[in-house]
């Protein structure tokens, strides 16, 4: 498999914002109001971000990008009124990340409308649903993953558990659908095969982004002795149960999946709120220097609420166009074939797309929220400082995915 080099997204810094006369026409299905507006936002600029670098370097074979975007409000049944529209207004690549319950329901139309309109093919590029189903039984050819599932990232944040012999007693919260059960089941299996002597005080399961008031839960985690919470919550679920434990005086070690969720650090900023974190494919002080698309993107988007968060989507983007330049062609199938097996050489190491399960397989870090960094978040004084980082190949799991590719 031939390696691919960065295709020179840095050039970013010189985009005008927003393309015309597009020939490729991108549906964006994700959250554009409600609680996990913030995220769904954040994700949107960042897209557009990378795809006027593609268009500022030539386009996609010589072909302007348009990214259109639909608001789903993370329901899986909007998401697919928002796919039917996208998919009538000329949409022939659809991107999407925020809700596995939504990208389950995706993979399953894009599958379903490909069948039946031969020489129409759609592609998903999913850039953070990360329920491990998603790569193994309902794996499909036209879905490509570019965030570490839900089983990768617990093992990397399992393995730096395993090293700390405070933690004792563990408490799971996370939120009642496809990926909050994931990373509950995740870390019980985990747990108890790295750290038999930790025990979980509490397994509880909540209504996605529905609860304005974590203050029950936060009693029962207080009541609990936990020393430590586990959680995959995201967007407002993040925020909220972070405050809430600020607000009770709860000190934990908190365990995160999106620790860097718009708001979060802010929420953390005064002290006494225990320990923060994440495990995450990049933070600012990853590299000794920022790297200059992100530098770029803050300069175009300033503001604590646009701060960058998304390596993944500079990842995918890079991959997509490179796939595109190999196939010589924008053709999703084209652009699909050449997209499995890619890697590509990054400034935090090789990323390759594994050609059996279309899972993306990056470097993760683990890392904690502490002064005195190089570089904060959210303008707080606190920054995140690396625990551990895994290879990318290091990252991969098995798959039991089956996978029918299109003749």
Known sequence: MRAYRTVGLALACALGAGTAAADVRIAFIDPLSGGAASTGILAQKTHQFYIDAINAAGGLNGEKLELVSFDNKVNAQESLIQLKKALDDGARFVVQGNGSAVALALTDA????NERNPGKEVVYLNYAAVDPA???????????????????????????????????????????????????????????????????????????????????????????????????????????????????????????????????????????????????????????????????FDKRFPGVENEYAYWRAKTMWELFAAAAKKAQSNDPVKVARALEGMKMQTSLGEVEMRADNHQILQPLYVSTLERGQKYDAEGTGLGWKTDAKVDGKATSLPTSCKMERPK
């Open 110 to 113: 894009v599958q379903k409308y």
């Open 134 to 296: 998603l790569t193994n039984e309902k794996c499909s050819f036209w879905h490509f993953r570019f965030d570490a599932d839900a089983d990768m990232k617990m093992a990397a944040m399992t393995n730096v558990i395993a090293q700390d012999k405070k933690i004792q007693k563990v408490y799971l919260i996370n939120q009642d659908y496809s990926f909050g059960k994931a990373v509950a089941a995740a870390a019980n299996k985990m747990l108890a095969e790295k750290r038999p002597d930790i025990k979980i005080v509490g397994d509880e399961l909540h209504p996605l982004q529905k609860v304005q008031d974590f203050s029950p839960y936060v009693a029962k985690i207080k009541a609990s002795g936990a020393d430590t919470v586990i959680t995959g919550n995201w967007s407002n679920d993040m925020v909220l149960l972070i405050k809430a434990g600020k607000d009770a005086g709860l000190k934990v070690n908190w365990e995160t999946y999106y620790g860097g969720s718009p708001g979060t650090v802010t929420a953390v900023r005064e002290a006494g709120v225990g320990t923060l974190k994440q495990v995450s494919e990049w933070h600012k002080n990853a590299l000794p220097e920022l790297d200059a698309t992100v530098a770029s």
